[in-house]
């Protein structure tokens, strides 16, 4: 047998052997040789065992440990002499040979593997064989060897039927094994043909088997197995566990366990999962985190809920990866190392390509583990959603792919869409809503569903505005897809109604919206589900409406006209006619209620009118509903309208004592009637009415329009129609000072209402011209284009005139825009730009300036204006805000009446004869404090900005100059409805507030379908504008005033009209609105209107030799060659400006700026297949290029002369924050920042002068007239800045190059370069030795002290390096030195004075000089130079070097005491720190 071959042969006959043998008997000879059987069984007896037992298995004695010592006696050799081995090896052959022989029947063989006893299973007579030393290893290989006879055997469930399982379970647990090797070897053979069903049950066992024994061969027998068949990975993995393996074992079996990730069945994923989870370690943990993202592969798609009721149950895939989230969830949970790598791993992606499911899943398996990692978990979810990198399908594929587990875990979802709804970010709410979306489409069950909603009502209570609108939008989204769904869970949704009181107009549109879409689906069902939710709905509104609150009743107004809205839609398709009627009857009930409750409240009645104009004009309601509006709106004529004889008034009567005119006449004699606004204006009922005319007017024209198919030619008549407003004799000196009060609040009130009059005008017909509708003939259209530019100028006209009259006899206007009355938006026509116009004039000393010469003008101000009421202008400057407008009174040419005073009488302006003059462009605080209660003029009125290009006529004819200040007013409102539109985190440069985003009624797509068409005519308008600037003619006043005439403006001889300043004003407009729309959200999704804005505005001819960095040069077409042609065309332009503009320049010099990030940002944004095929001449070119044209512009900025008196630069006095941007520029788009700071802080600004300049020589010792006395402080500030800008990212290089290892060169370029900007940080502080202003020791002692905290980060570098470059280590601290004893001396003067500016910036200086001390004496004595630092008191010396006599006694007899030499008294060395 192969057993008996392994053993030594049986020893040879004696040498007598060679005579024939000897002739025995029969009987004899088997006595001589038996049966090996028997002597087994003869062997067993002897030792107690009967193995012949008739009743079963072999009855084993009772001390089975006597039992295996006898055995072991009598097969053991080692205490036999030699003679007597010989027997025993022959005897354990004998015994071998039996039990071969005996086993060989396969009863037999299951008898030896079972135990006689039945509370003993494992007491069977071959397990105490097998731990009989002597024949171990013979036993093991016999049984190995009767494997194969049983692999054919079908699997049964019982162990004791199954031989093979049996023979493996004998071969666990043993106490020892003698020849591990040998058994391990022969195991791995018979492994490795096996059946499956038995190569699982082997190797699950083998760390049972063969225990800690000859472990690599194990490992690389069962890597071998696993490369042949992956069927066995769970017990391969079992195995891998179990054993005890080391460092290297373990790192290969990880190796094997991840090689398999790509091919293992999804079944097995979650054992492999686990396992790989289980054994990481701090040092292989990012291996297997990466290693499992990158090759773990999700199978599961979110389906179309259409079908997925059809795959329901047919999907297992689905079930797998359940397991496999399970597996990791419970492997993160207990492992607190996998959590911080994951974060870590998942905060390096930057790019959304880059994200995978598997990683969303990590985020939320360990945010579903709860603390104490959920709040880090929240943190990076948001910050990947907010910049793009979790996308929606990703969410989508996580919910709708394994719904079961997400079930299992839906509180988990609910709480993390409850944190993204919170977020102020609109990502990141945006996606929270669409986490609730698919949660409520993909779990219908009551218990979901509730969650939910009970969720999203609690959001709704928050103070969050943003939450609360988020949450309400996607309430509404849900009610229009599954509005019966929700009826089961009103009463749920009844809860929002509680927080009615703090929503704003658009939350009640939403909420209102919810309720109707609820009641109109109860219509069509058959429960109780229409009463509860229609009567609850129309009870509280009903209530509302009647409240005598404006508050309440507005609420009222929304929820009835939208359910309006819902349930009277002419293209509803109602079940039967008896509900439709039904429903109009109890519409047209709730509309008469609410028309009675407004009729005390004029507010109440222009909420009522704009909310019906904004549903009617997007949907057609039923016919029984417009025939009421048309009874209703009948009334207008008899209210505001009188009928003309000729052309005149039948009844030329007084009303409160004031004469009338016909102002602003357009259609003639012809004309049939005119608006009475001077009669409605001087009664008390009638100004009431005028506060509704504007709100009414829209109203009618609207449904005019819906009725004629887009046509207003049943109400043309009203464009032309005169005005009939007081007599123009009262705005001449005489005739003002002959009114009472009461007159001239009528004069102000008739003008205030003609204007929003003439707004609601433009609005209106505005729509006639548009191409898109055709609805008027090509004469008629002509006749309206002419007609709207003369009510634009009557506009003009109008707000100008009150502008003055606001000033003269300051009063408050009433509201006439619903908006404007609740403070929750932001007016859209003509609102206060706060400071979004970038040219910010003050700084602090200049404010403080102003103010004493405020004061001084204080004494000669009236009565009115010491009691006049402040406005928020008023509150801004107060606060040191400045805003546009305010701007605009600061320019001579602007102000009206001089601008000396807020208020002044007319005796002061003009003489009795003359009439109030008139200036435009004209801005009045007092108007624009109050310009929010104006009527917005609407996005379709822009179109008027096309109309040269309409007419096809000469822009360079007198008409379209006279035309400028209307375009200029369009392009002031443009830049108004921009400011709201674009986003707080998109906001220009120079934006120091934040306008509102929402206002009046449109959106922003409403607004960028109507910009799309504009991007030409404001290229049109620049250039011209621009050519007349560079021209200088000037147009005489009375062609301007002729113009004006031509309008119908009654006595235009007191217009004066600024023209260079008009130029100036549409140049900068139209620069403020290309760069707001650089920042729209529009272009994220219009993806054509980035091309043709930068179409718009291509240069004629572009210098291709100006860009020699870029090759090859992009083609014409592409985005690269737009950009390029873009610069190009505000080059010039800045160039130009040079000439006449300072503030224009300026303004051009913003623009490039912000064309040079959005190309920049185009570029980032280039798809990796993209950049492939890209030249790389395009990619590294074009932006680098473009950045070096913008530094060498602004460089032009600074190096051009400002003073000349021929143009309207006065000199730099109000340009400091302005010059500051323009260096700020200059420094950050130069090749090399830190050598152009040091230049600028080491040679210029030393040459500069603080004191006022006599004469052009005091100005001109340097390369750059910006830097003077007047921007002196900008320039000091703006190097201090940038200098620890340039430190701050020194210390973040070194500090990550710390841990590598830094080449010599690189450390060297790196000491120089902090060499470098301590060399500036020196220069700058050591001018305070010069300059005495206390606004510059103050930045000194700031930005020194921020100096020296970032230096000291810079310690751990330098003792690092300090043994290879020592020299320009100590050089580095002995030169900053210089600056620190400059701050010191600061310091102490700034106390001595009591300097109160400066001493509370001195104690953080303080300690940052001293930790700057310390941390130099721990360098040296850290680096074995502790020689070199010597320690002692500074004597108190001033800045120029003297000793303080106060202190110069002091200082003489501690100087000896206190200074300590390491070295001795010798003198001191070059690389000695005397600090």
């Known amino acids: 047998m192969v057993f008996l071959s392994r053993k030594k042969p049986p020893p040879p006959p004696s040498s007598s052997s060679a005579a024939p043998p000897p002739k025995f008997p029969e009987p004899q000879k088997e006595s001589v040789e038996p049966d090996p059987v028997e002597k087994m069984t003869a062997i067993l007896a002897e030792a107690g065992c009967t193995l012949m037992n008739p009743y079963g298995p ?109 023979i493996i379970n004998h071969f666990r647990w043993l106490d020892f094994i003698v020849n591990p090797d040998v058994f391990t070897d022969k195991l791995m053979q018979v492994l490795s043909i096996c059946p499956l069903h038995l190569k699982k049950e082997i190797i699950g066992s083998l760390p049972e088997i063969i225990g800690d024994h000859n472990s690599p061969a194990v490992v690389d027998s069962l890597e071998k197995m696993l490369q042949e068949d992956s069927a066995v990975v769970v017990p391969v993995l079992d195995s891998f566990s179990n054993l005890n393996l080391d460092d290297q074992l373990q790192e290969q079996a990880i190796t094997v366990a991840i090689s398999c990730i790509r091919t293992i069945d999804a079944e097995h994923m979650p054992y492999l999962l686990k396992f790989l989870l289980l054994a990481a370690t701090p040092t292989n943990v990012r291996r297997i985190i990466s290693q499992i993202r990158e090759q773990l592969k999700f199978t599961g798609m979110a389906q179309p809920l259409a079908s997925q009721n059809k795959l329901k149950g047919k999907v297992p895939a689905y079930n797998a990866e359940g397991s496999i989230l399970h597996a990791l969830r419970s492997s993160l949970r207990f492992k607190n190392i996998l959590c911080q790598e994951i974060i870590k791993e998942l905060n390096s992606l930057e790019k959304p390509r880059d994200f995978k499911v598997i990683d969303v899943w990590l985020l939320i398996l360990m945010y579903m583990n709860g603390d104490p990692i959920r709040k880090s978990i929240e943190k990076i979810f948001k910050k990947k959603v907010v910049d793009g990198c979790i996308q929606e399908a990703l969410l989508d594929q996580c919910i709708c792919g394994n719904k079961e587990f997400v079930q299992d875990n839906f509180a988990s979802f609910v709480s993390l869409a409850e944190h993204l709804m919170s977020c102020k970010e609109e990502k990141a709410r945006e996606t929270g809503s669409h986490i609730y979306t698919r949660l409520f489409e993909g779990f219908s069950d009551n218990y979901s569903r509730q969650e939910i909603l009970g969720a999203l009502v609690t959001h709704v209570g928050s103070d969050n505005k943003l939450e609360v609108s988020s949450v ?266 002959s009114l009472t009060k009461k007159q001239r609040e009528i004069l102000s009130l008739s003008l205030y209402y ?128 400045v805003t546009s407008q305010t701007q605009l009174h600061e320019i001579p040419s602007v102000s009206s009446l001089d601008g000396k005073t807020t208020s002044v009488s007319m005796d002061e302006t003009c003489s009795d004869d003359e009439s109030l003059s008139v200036k435009i462009p004209q801005v009045s605080r007092g108007l624009e404090s109050q310009r929010n209660k104006f009527r917005p003029l609407l996005p379709q009125c822009l179109s008027i900005l096309k109309f040269p290009e309409v007419r096809r006529e000469d822009i360079d004819s007198p008409e379209y100059k006279a035309e400028l200040p209307l375009y200029l007013y369009l392009l002031q409102d443009l830049h108004s409805k921009l400011d709201c539109l674009v986003p707080p985190g998109k906001q220009l440069p120079f934006k120091r507030g934040s306008a509102q985003r929402s206002f009046g009624t449109f959106k922003l797509v409403e607004l960028v379908s109507q910009i799309k068409g504009l991007f030409p005519s404001l290229r049109m308008h620049l250039n011209i504008a621009v050519s007349l600037l560079i021209k200088g003619d000037e147009t005489s006043q009375t062609s301007w005033r002729d113009e004006f005439a031509m309008a119908g403006n009654p006595n235009t001889s007191n217009i004066v009209v600024s023209e260079s300043l008009i130029y100036t004003m549409v140049c900068k407009e139209v620069l403020f609105s290309f760069s707001k729309m650089l920042t729209l959200p529009g272009f994220e999704t219009d993806k054509s209107l980035l091309p043709n804005l930068l179409e718009a505005f291509q240069h004629t001819d572009i210098p291709v030799a100006s860009f020699p960095d870029i090759q090859p040069f992009p083609s014409p077409g592409t985005k690269d060659h737009l950009y390029i042609g873009v610069y190009c065309f505000f080059e010039d332009i800045l160039n130009s400006a040079c000439s006449f503009s300072f503030d224009l320049a300026f303004e051009c010099l913003l623009t490039l700026q912000l064309l040079v990030t959005s190309a920049q940002n185009y570029l980032g944004k280039v798809s990796d297949e993209a950049t492939k095929k890209r030249s790389s001449g395009r990619i590294q070119g074009l932006v680098p290029s473009l950045h070096a044209k913008l530094g060498t512009s602004a460089e032009k900025l600074l190096r051009h002369k400002w003073i000349d008196e021929s143009t309207d630069n006065k000199g730099l ?115 305070c030795r010069c300059h005495d202003k206390v606004t510059i020791h103050g930045m000194a002692i700031k930005y020194g002290g921020k100096y020296v905290d970032s230096f000291l980060k810079v310690f751990d570098f330098l003792e690092a390096h300090f043994q290879d470059h020592n020299g320009l280590v100590i050089q580095l601290v002995k030169d900053l030195q210089k600056a620190t004893r400059t701050l010191q001396t600061l310091c102490s003067e700034a106390k001595g004075m009591k300097q109160t500016a400066i001493t509370s910036k001195i104690p953080a200086t303080k ?61 001191m060395e070059e690389d000695e720190l005397p600090l």
């Open 472 to 737: 309400l939008e996607m309430m509404t989204v849900l009610a229009k897809k599954y509005a019966q769904q929700l009826l089961p869970f009103s009463s749920h949704i009844n809860g929002i109604l509680d927080y009615l009181e703090g929503f704003t107009v658009e939350d009640l549109h939403k909420v209102y919206e919810v309720f109707s879409l609820l009641a109109l689906s109860a219509r069509a069902s058959p429960d109780s589900f229409r009463s509860s939710v229609s009567n609850e709905l129309m009870m509280i509104v009903r209530k509302q409406v009647s409240h005598p609150d404006l508050k309440y009743k507005k609420m009222g107004l929304v929820g009835t006209l939208r359910i309006v809205s819902s349930l009277g839609d002419a293209n509803s398709v109602p079940d039967c006619s008896s509900s439709q009627v039904s429903d109009c009857g109890e519409i047209l009930e709730l509309l008469k209620t609410s028309v009675d409750s407004c009729r005390q409240s004029n507010l109440a009645q222009i909420i009522f009118y704009d909310e019906f104009t904004t549903i009617l004009s997007h949907k057609l309601l039923q016919p029984a509903i417009m025939d009421w509006i048309g009874k209703h709106l009948g009334e207008f004529e008899s209210l505001f309208l009188s009928d003309l004889d000729n052309g005149k008034m039948a009844d030329e009567g007084s009303y409160s004592g004031l004469e009338g005119d016909l102002w602003m006449n357009l259609d003639g004699s012809i004309s049939p009637i005119c608006l009475n606004i001077l009669a409605l204006a001087s009664s008390s009922s009638g100004s009431c009415c005028l506060q509704i005319l504007p709100s009414y007017f829209l109203f009618l024209s609207t449904v005019e329009r819906l009725t004629n198919d887009g046509s207003l030619a049943g109400i043309d008549a009203l464009l032309g129609c005169p005005l009939h407003l007081p007599s123009s004799k009262y705005f001449a000196a005489a005739g003002w000072q």
């Open 58 to 166: 072999p009855c084993l004695p009772s001390d089975l440990h006597a039992f295996r010592r006898h055995l072991t006696g009598r097969f053991s050799s080692c205490s036999a002499n030699s003679g007597e081995r010989d027997n025993v090896d022959a005897l354990r052959s004998v015994f071998i040979s039996g039990f071969s022989t005996y086993i060989q029947s396969p009863s037999n063989l299951r008898r030896v593997l079972s135990s006689s006893s039945s509370t003993k299973r494992n007491e069977t007579l071959v397990r105490n064989l097998l731990l009989v030393s002597p024949i171990q290893l013979d036993l093991q290989e016999m049984l190995l060897e009767k494997l194969p006879e049983y692999f054919d055997v079908v699997t049964v469930f019982s162990l004791e039927e199954d031989v093979a399982r049996l």
């Open 1213 to 1327: 006095k109000n340009k400091g924050e302005m010059v500051q941007t323009i260096l700020r520029i200059y420094l950050e788009a130069s090749g090399s920042t830190s050598d152009l700071l040091d230049e600028l802080a080491c040679t210029i600004l030393p040459q500069a002068s603080l004191s006022k300049p006599t004469g052009e020589d005091d100005v001109r010792d340097h390369e750059f007239p910006t830097l003077c006395s007047a921007t002196f402080r900008g320039w000091y500030k703006t190097l201090h800045e940038e200098n620890l800008a340039i430190l701050s990212k020194l210390v973040k290089t070194v500090s990550s190059e710390k841990r590598q290892n830094c080449q010599p060169e690189a450390t060297r370029a790196h000491l120089k370069n902090i060499h470098k900007t301590v060399n500036v940080v020196v220069s700058l502080v050591n001018l």
């Open 1407 to 1467: 300690r940052s000089l001293e930790r700057f001390l310390f941390h130099v004496k721990a360098l040296l004595h850290t680096t074995s130079r502790g020689s070199n630092f010597w320690m002692g008191s500074l004597k108190h010396k001033d800045l120029r070097g003297q000793i303080v006599s106060s202190q110069a006694y002091v200082d003489n007899e501690t100087d000896e005491v206190e200074e300590e030499t390491m070295s001795g008294e010798a003198p």
């Open 754 to 881: 003609a204007a929003n009059w003439i707004r609601e005008l433009l609005n209106a017909f505005s729509s006639q011209i548009d191409k898109r509708f055709g609805c008027i003939s090509q004469a008629t259209e002509k006749d309206v284009t002419t007609k709207l530019l003369k009510r634009l100028r009557n506009l003009v006209f109008l707000e100008s005139l009150l502008s003055n009259l606001i000033m003269l006899s300051p009063q408050t206007l009433p509201e006439l825009h619903h908006y404007s009355a609740t403070n929750q938006h932001t007016h859209v026509g003509h609102p206060e730009r706060k400071t979004e116009k970038r040219k910010l004039h003050d700084n602090s000393s200049q404010r403080k300036g102003n103010m004493k010469n405020n004061l001084k003008k204080s004494k000669h101000t009236n009565v009115d204006e010491k009691l006049r009421q402040p406005t928020i202008l008023d509150a801004f400057k107060k606060a040191g805000v």
